[in-house]
């Protein structure tokens, strides 16, 4: 079970990687799907790194179930666990409220 954690964690950090750098806003689902006029209106950049903030932290999340199991630490797994729901809810609260990414006209 190690090694697939460690397989699921490859991709999350490159996506994070790649999203930090205010590339990749395709890989965003939803913000993909958009036809251009309406991509025109968000600042991608500060969606991408956003979302690339939001994915390391899923990263770390994951990381540390890898940890719990290695170890035989539950206490890391339960730490992951509220972390990840955490930055779940969060992240999906602060997008979808206000007009934090749209473009300052």
């Known amino acids: ?7 699921i964690l490859i991709p999350f950090l490159t996506f994070a990687i790649i999203l930090s750098k205010g590339k990749g806003a395709f890989l965003i689902a939803g913000y993909n799907t958009k036809s251009d006029s309406e991509k025109a209106l968000y600042d991608e950049v500060a969606l991408c790194k956003f979302m690339g903030k939001t ?6 999340s994951i990381l540390l179930f890898a940890l719990s199991e290695m170890w035989d630490k539950q206490v ?7 972390l990840i729901l955490t930055i779940i ?14 473009k300052k006209v």
């Open 55 to 60: 994915m390391y932290g899923i990263s770390f």
């Open 76 to 82: 890391l797994f339960i730490i992951g666990l509220i």
């Open 89 to 102: 809810i969060f992240a999906l609260v602060y997008t979808n409220t206000g007009n934090r990414f749209k």
């Open 1 to 7: 079970m190690g090694v697939a954690i460690h397989i």
